[in-house]
């Protein structure tokens, strides 16, 4: 019998759930550990140095501790600015989660594609080298939202934010120049967890586009597909020692503590 493969998932704070949820629907027999390393939440507020520095020292730490065959850093402000560092340390597989701005440019029909991340994600030089190499014929707005992800957080603890404070994250995504912005590329893995509100608030219908499942398949293609019949087990850690455990009894995730061990 083959030994079970260990897949670490990594975000900032509840974002990288909806990452978690299409992987492991793709490798269920896989063991997981997700990390939330919510003591510096929001990682869009950190420097860019710094955010560095802290991702890469945890990083050491939790491969020591958890030997995991592949890593999904599930956080677009993390991806677009520490990827390469982590590559050039580590010699295990990592997968990162960039804003889909190919498949956006490739799919829109209006040729106006928005890009909605955290203000650090859509500053960055990584974006803006996606969309000078992606963005074909469209035009390509870039919106920085300050507060979207804190509002996903709240979502999912039950205090959801108002119609009005997300309507106004969203809005500068839809433009109207003659032609209407037809694709939104969700460039933050917290987004996801707000479709449903996103939808019903869009001034017209557009096609949200969440990366999960397209970095599932891409840990299928480097890991290997489904491999036994029995379930793996999925274990969080929480750098703030706050564990929110009805939120991850939603997604199905019963064994989780605070992670004392690497908080900072
Ligand atoms: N989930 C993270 C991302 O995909 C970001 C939220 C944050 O910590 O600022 O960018």
Known sequence: ???????????????????????AAARPDADFVYVADDAAFPYGALAEPALVERVVDLMGD???????????????????????QLRKKFS???????????PACATSVTKRVSVLGTEATVKREYTRVLIRDYAQDCVVTLVG???LAGYAEAELHGTPAGDTALRSEIAPCFLDDGARTDTIVLACTHY????????????WPVNYIDPAPAIAR?????LGPNAAAEPGSTRALFT???????????????SAKPAASISR
Do not use: W
């Open 1 to 23: 019998m083959t030994a079970r493969q260990t897949i670490l998932m990594f975000d900032s704070g509840l974002g990288g759930l909806t990452v978690y949820r299409e992987v």
């Open 62 to 84: 939790l491969i020591n501790a958890h030997r995991p065959d592949l890593i999904v850093i599930a956080c677009n402000t993390a991806s677009t600015i520490v990827l390469p």
């Open 92 to 102: 295990l597989p990592f997968v990162g989660t960039v804003p889909a701005i190919k």
């Open 145 to 147: 939202a300050t507060a």
């Open 192 to 203: 996801p967890l707000l479709i449903e509100r996103l939808r019903q608030l869009a001034p």
């Open 218 to 222: 891409r840990v299928v293609d480097l």
């Open 240 to 254: 703030s020692g706050r564990v929110p455990q009805t939120v991850l009894a939603r997604f199905n995730i019963r």
